[in-house]
């Protein structure tokens, strides 16, 4: 399948078995934990998913990546998105050994309120026209991903394998 490569910065949401919700940038922030920063997006993470749960998501805004540091002022004047993609723990379950397509139905099944939307993975058709539909909408390219492909974990995060591949336009 094929699901846009959005243009943000990569975000994990974790809520704890006793229902805290706490969210972190990954790689290289210094202080990657954005909980007390951003917490309209707790308080919705907490209204919307169950206790033991860990997503995948992308942190972005009404304006698009550049104004993300607006989102950690006292007064923002910007409104978040956060794109949400995958799912590894569900109900204190580990799902990433489900396929790809199963972990899709269950994000599917919550009712995402905003600032959260969820990103469909779509059968591939024609890839230049999905590289073409992407750009159009701002976005900086693809992501292809197996329909049958598990989320597999190393130190950092998702590990890279043959089953996801990004495209993005050359320059």
């Known amino acids: 399948g ?34 007390e920063k951003l ?8 209204k919307v998913l169950p206790p033991g749960t860990l997503l995948d998501a992308e942190l972005s805004t009404s304006r ?3 104004f993300i540091p607006s989102l950690f002022a006292t007064k923002r004047r910007i409104v978040p998105i956060v794109f949400i993609f995958d799912v590894i723990y569900l109900d204190s379950r580990f799902v990433g050994r489900r396929s790809l397509r199963e972990r899709k139905a269950l994000l599917k099944k919550i009712r995402w309120p905003a600032p959260f939307q969820p990103v469909e993975a779509r059968p591939v058709r024609s890839l230049e026209a999905h590289l073409r539909q992407a750009l159009r909408h701002g976005h900086e390219g693809i992501l292809l991903k ?15 394998t043959q089953h996801w591949r990004k495209v993005k336009a050359s320059r």
């Open 2 to 35: 094929w699901e846009p490569k959005i243009d943000g910065w990569r975000m994990q949401i974790i809520r704890y078995p006793d229902g805290q919700v706490e969210l972190w940038g990954r790689r290289l922030e210094r202080k990657p934990n954005w909980t």
């Open 39 to 46: 917490p309209m997006i707790v308080k919705a993470a907490q």
């Open 64 to 66: 698009g990546r550049r």
């Open 146 to 160: 197996a329909f049958s492909s598990p989320y597999l974990l190393a130190r950092d995060g998702p590990m890279a």
